[in-house]
């Protein structure tokens, strides 16, 4: 079946510009991560979602990251007034919990979106 | 803060040899712990966990709480094992990458 996609694949903004980034978990996956990538770093963690609850949101940078899930599949990823700092690769993760919504069960990850800021 | 340390960012191993990719982790719980494998030109992907206790494609883990360490091994390295390897760990909400080592098998 289809993976998890990212759009897009790739993102130049220039400073100050607002970006939204999209994520398309496997479907019926309840939980739903979204991690940044610096150039030569592991990713790190973001936030999270149970469905359409954002359950932890302690990895935002900043209050410019915002993300969303209304609907508990699709999510965006909004950075506003971007900074050149938030040049990184942005990846996305959901699993389906296997047993009494424990989180950590395989993440399956989309290919991320490279974000470059100019 | 939990915190996850890949030691090496860089390994070469011939063909045939035996490779060690170091992890240590720093919490005084029980974490969940992950490692995770980026093969060229493809997205990060599960290699194996801890809780398993499963050998993927010849590789093992193994928990060590005394020493805080989760090193990945496997006795006789392969080409097609040349990747990006992260080590992870999970606790409540939250997983927590290395910064990952870049193996290269040397044919």
């Known amino acids: 079946g289809a993976g998890v996609s990212q759009s897009p694949r790739y993102k130049v903004a220039k400073r100050g510009q607002d970006v939204a980034l999209r994520c398309d978990p496997i479907s019926g996956h309840v939980s739903l991560f979204w991690y940044q990538q610096a150039l030569g770093q592991g990713p790190e963690f973001l936030t999270y979602?149970?469905?359409?609850?954002?359950?932890?949101k302690s990895g935002l940078p900043s209050d410019r990251f915002f993300a969303e899930r209304p609907e508990g599949s699709v999510s965006t990823l909004k950075i506003q007034r971007t900074q050149q700092e938030d040049s990184a690769v942005y990846l996305c993760a959901s699993s389906y919990p296997r047993t009494g919504g424990a989180v950590a069960d395989t993440q399956y990850f989309g290919p991320g979106t490279r974000l470059t800021v100019l | 803060a939990q915190r996850v340390t890949q030691p090496e960012k860089l390994l070469s191993v011939f063909k045939g040899a035996p490779v060690e990719l170091k992890c240590n982790y720093s919490y005084s719980g029980s974490p969940e712990l992950f490692w995770y494998v980026q093969y060229s030109r493809q997205r990060l992907q599960l290699l194996l966990r801890h809780i398993s206790r499963e050998s993927i494609k010849g590789f093992t883990a193994d928990l060590n709480k005394g020493e805080t360490s989760f090193h990945l091994k496997k006795p006789f390295a392969q080409e097609e094992d040349s990747a990006m390897y992260y080590c992870a760990s999970n606790t409540g909400n939250q997983f927590y990458f290395g910064t990952g080592t870049s193996l290269t098998v040397i044919p």
């Open positions: 979602f149970q469905n359409e609850a954002q359950l932890d």
